[in-house]
């Protein structure tokens, strides 16, 4: 018996061994502050503090700084599993206030070796690149503060599987943007150390299923902001289980980690919109900026599940007609707020959805969070026992057609 069980423990942590998808953690905030913090959880623990660290000392100096108006702190990341043992992480943050400053941060970790690696253990001909770089720098940057440069590290790096990116000190390049300043690197220029596994790309194509809905049917359209997460796949099947259907508003940056969930969502007559790549406020942004995080999050949707969205819901509800215009996508928002992560109860969700709930509702769940799955079950119970039906927001939005006729 004894022995069985040590097996059963091996094979398990065989098999969670060989399933290094990280979780992405998402920590959203609209108080005092515009709070989008993004992260993943890799579970190689050396890795993970390190991250975890970094993100609290950041949060921590927002936080105690004293700045005017509502600012607002974006945390977003990169990861990407440079080989079977190498991750490479970039944590990138943002404060926006009256201007915008950004800084980056990244670690790169093999867990064979339990190592965290610099640049030395990555490229072997530095001396070379080195010297490129100097004299790249130099041509953009004449002001630059020539100690930094003469001795300029290596110290901030990722990769994707086109470049290694490096990033440098804007402040001290004199570069005035407020942006980050980084090189990017042709992979195929240079003598790595370590291999570096390049992605095919999968694109799996999913019929979209649509309900049978007539026109005088009593409906919802269930909405979940801010996955997927963890909490998505109980979501999905709770939906399943009760014979209704969700419409959830993706962030872009996670799309990528859960993409057999997304494609059962799909493959479950669920609809898919997109919520910005990393939840910043998207009015602050220019044109450039917006466009960015919707192509961004579209690209990665239609990557990851061949389904390209047709709706946008705007980040903490923020909207203006100029945001409207650079958006090629139905903005969608909702008429019943459960508050679910504020009331953090199923009795106060309930309240807040059946206060205010009429036929055509969009009511707003999110799904990063324990107590929306808790009180989901009750609240789907308590619709189909008031007549109401489920839809998508796209099933919902010809309904409305067929309805002011
Ligand atoms: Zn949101």
Not at 333 to 346: A, E, I, Q
Request: aromatic share 12%; net charge negative; proline share 2%.
């Amino acid at each position: 018996m004894g022995r069985k069980f040590v097996f059963f423990l091996i094979i398990c942590l065989l098999i969670s061994g060989c399933e290094s998808e990280p979780e992405i953690l998402t920590e959203i905030e609209n108080k005092d502050a515009l709070v989008s913090i993004n992260y993943p959880v890799t579970e190689v623990s050396a890795l993970d503090e390190a991250i975890s660290s970094y993100i609290n000392k950041v949060r921590a100096e927002f936080k105690n700084s004293d700045y005017d108006g509502k600012p607002e702190l974006n945390i977003s990341y990169t990861y990407k599993e440079v080989n079977d043992e190498v991750i490479n992480v970039s944590i990138l943050t943002e404060i926006v206030t009256d201007k915008t400053v950004s800084k980056i941060k990244t670690f790169t970790y093999n867990k064979k070796s339990e190592k965290f690696l610099t640049m030395e253990d990555i490229v072997d001909d530095l001396d070379v690149l080195d010297y490129d770089i100097k004299k790249e720098l130099l041509s953009k940057y004449q002001d630059a503060d020539m100690d930094y440069l003469s001795n300029v590290s290596y110290d901030f790096f990722t990769m994707d599987d086109e470049n290694l990116t490096i990033y440098f000190n804007p402040t001290q390049l004199k570069d005035t943007n407020d942006e980050l300043v980084y090189l990017d690197i042709p992979l195929d220029s240079l003598n790595l150390l370590i291999d570096v596994d390049r992605e095919e790309n999968t694109n799996t194509y999913l019929n979209f299923k649509k309900n049978t809905i007539n026109e005088e049917d009593k409906v919802v359209a269930l909405t979940f902001d801010d996955g997927p997460s963890k909490y998505t796949k109980d979501i999905l099947d709770i939906l399943k289980k009760y014979d209704a259907c969700g419409t959830f508003f993706l962030i872009g940056n996670k799309v990528s980690f859960y993409g057999e969930v997304l494609r059962e969502m799909l493959s479950e007559g669920n609809e898919i919109g997109n919520h910005s790549y990393d939840h910043k406020y998207l009015t602050r942004l220019s044109e450039e900026g917006v466009k960015d995080e919707i192509s961004k999050t579209q690209d990665e949707i239609k990557r990851v599940t061949g389904y390209t969205p047709t709706l946008f819901r705007p980040t903490y509800g923020g909207y203006n007609n100029t945001l409207k215009s650079y958006i090629d996508l139905t903005f969608v928002l909702w008429d019943v707020d459960s508050r679910d992560w504020s009331v953090k109860s199923t009795e106060g969700i309930m309240s807040n959805v059946f206060k205010d709930v009429k036929s055509g509702s969009i009511i707003l769940f999110h799904d990063n969070h324990e107590y929306s799955v808790n009180a989901l079950p009750s609240v789907i119970k308590e619709l189909k026992k008031q007549g109401y039906k489920f839809v998508t927001v796209s099933e919902l939005l010809e309904l409305k057609k067929l309805w002011e006729r």
